[in-house]
């Protein structure tokens, strides 16, 4: 079982950035494809972005396309989710997710494809 960890969220005005990390607890994910996604109050939970197993695949959603980047970093076992020109309808609970299948070439961005889920951290964008 691997369980994720995320940190970084918390208040920000519009047009300033954020930095989420996350990072698994007791086990490396560095086979795994990774993700994020986001549930804000009254909303179904979205895709964010995602990041194959190399790093050499990624892949946005449109509304983030531009102004979010998504990176990992092999040697601190820890995905990265760069928010930057954050807009007050960025404002959700952020989840990290990894998908469990091995060495996955492209990237997946359905919340079923995704086996494990972090806590979440609130991300919240001030107008």
């Known amino acids: 079982q691997v369980q994720l960890v995320e940190s970084g969220g918390g208040l920000v005005q519009a047009g300033g950035s954020l930095r989420l990390s996350c990072a698994p607890s007791g086990r490396t994910f560095s086979t795994y494809a990774l993700g994020w996604f986001r549930q804000a109050p009254g909303k179904e939970r979205e895709f964010v972005a995602a990041i194959s197993w190399s790093g050499g695949n990624t892949y946005y959603a449109d509304s983030v396309k531009g102004r979010f980047t998504i990176s990992r970093d092999h040697a601190k076992n820890t995905v990265y989710l760069q928010m930057n020109s954050l807009k007050p309808e960025d404002t959700a609970v952020y989840y990290c997710?990894?998908?469990?299948?091995?060495?996955?070439?492209?990237?997946?961005?359905?919340?079923?494809?995704?086996?494990?889920w972090g806590q979440g951290t609130q991300v919240t964008v001030s107008s």
């Open positions: 997710a990894a998908d469990a299948t091995p060495f996955r070439g492209v990237v997946v961005t359905t919340s079923s494809d995704y086996n494990y």
